[in-house]
């Protein structure tokens, strides 16, 4: 086996969950995968953008099947259903059956109980995770929990409850896809095999733009605020939690840990959405042996954008971005995008171009870890 493949394989069985606060949702010793099936069906709970492209993702990358959708929402219901039917039928498989269309408040009991469903692909608003998460559970399904796993602590250990219940029964997983992305699976393991040297600090970011929403002509100001739950703290966690969450996961894992403290503040300086989110953050996360994380995020550029993790070891420096590069400076250098490069061939790069960016391959690569 090459050792491309390996880096990819041990990639593939990683697995930690986290809230921004640094708990641990399962241990990887609680994710077991079952015999899979040909084509394992898919039930989508939540068919918003991000369960629709995962789904989507699914059903493209893996021989899975979308066979059930639900959700609070008939527009989004319909709206997926149309999608999901062609997406079926270019892929060689059948039209999602009326019968397991759910909509409405009691939509994800309804889908978990469907005996067309192998596995649900839990894509709500974060508040309500640990509760659909433990319908699917109760109800003996298998489950792919997006990010984050909760709004607080209290959901935080109901979902660490549920994995020790689960455990050797069913196969659970968070959508830290970062985690199976090739370029930081190999940078993980070439800072874990020592190339750093000792780490001592590290920084991390996730600076972006504003998430727009539509305006929902009509719509009750309780079900705007559930339509536009990415602006409200208490439906999303706020900005540190819903969409930090990967940055931080980042350094969890590559720093193999924790943190046991964190220190610092944020505000809502020039949003102007009708929520309650913060637009910024600036934390220093301390981990074990004392190495500090300076961590600062935003979320309301204009026209530029960067996610980025570093770590600072007395043999070199880490480098890691959304797009690129992906590096190590120092005794021991290496880029990812340089290296491949290099491997395809001067001239097939040239007229490639660019090999694209460093999370390209990982929610296919995280899909198809989770169905074999």
């Known amino acids: 086996m090459s050792s491309e493949k390996k880096t990819q394989n041990m990639g593939r069985r990683q697995f930690l969950g986290a809230t921004a606060a640094g708990l641990s949702v399962m241990s990887s010793h609680l994710v077991r995968g079952s015999a899979a099936n040909s084509a394992p069906r898919l039930g989508l709970l939540g068919c918003g953008g991000r369960g629709t492209g995962v789904a989507s ?78 319908i699917v559970v109760r109800a003996g399904k298998h489950a792919y929990l997006e990010k984050p796993v909760s709004v607080d602590v209290a959901g935080a250990k109901k979902v660490m409850e549920l994995g020790e219940k689960a455990h050797g029964k069913l196969s659970l997983d968070v959508g830290f896809q970062i985690r199976n992305a090739p370029p930081f699976v190999e940078l993980t393991r070439r800072i874990h095999d020592g190339a750093l040297g000792k780490i001592a600090c590290g920084q991390a970011y996730y600076y972006a733009g504003a998430l727009d929403r539509p305006a929902w002509p009509g719509a009750s100001p309780a079900e705007s605020r ?122 097939e790069f040239s007229a490639a171009g660019s090999f694209g960016g460093a999370l390209d391959e990982a929610d296919p690569e995280k899909q198809k870890a989770f169905v074999e």
């Open 57 to 134: 993702g699914f059903v493209k990358d893996t021989s899975a099947r979308v066979t059930a959708l639900a959700d609070l929402f008939s527009d989004r219901l319909e709206k997926a259903h149309q999608h999901f039917d062609r997406l079926n039928a270019s892929q060689g498989h059948s039209k999602i059956d009326n019968s397991q269309l759910f909509q409405g408040p009691d939509a994800a009991q309804e889908l978990a109980a469907s005996n067309q469903v192998d596995f649900v692909l839990i894509a709500t608003p974060p508040y309500v995770h640990p509760e659909h998460l433990e």
């Open 226 to 347: 559930l339509r536009n739950w990415v602006w409200d703290k208490r439906l999303s966690g706020d900005i540190i939690v819903e969409q930090n969450i990967h940055v931080i996961d980042v350094c969890n894992w590559v720093l193999r840990g924790h943190p046991v403290k964190a220190s610092g503040e944020g505000g809502r300086s020039v949003r102007m959405d009708s929520g309650d989110c913060y637009d910024h953050y600036g934390v220093t996360f301390t981990y074990p042996d004392d190495v500090n994380v300076s961590f600062s995020s935003t979320q309301f550029n204009k026209g530029w954008w960067d996610v980025c993790e570093r770590f600072f070891g007395s043999k070199g420096v880490s480098e890691a971005h959304y797009s690129q590069p992906v590096a190590i400076f120092g005794e021991e250098p290496w880029d990812y995008f340089q290296n491949l490069a290099k491997s395809a061939g001067e001239t």
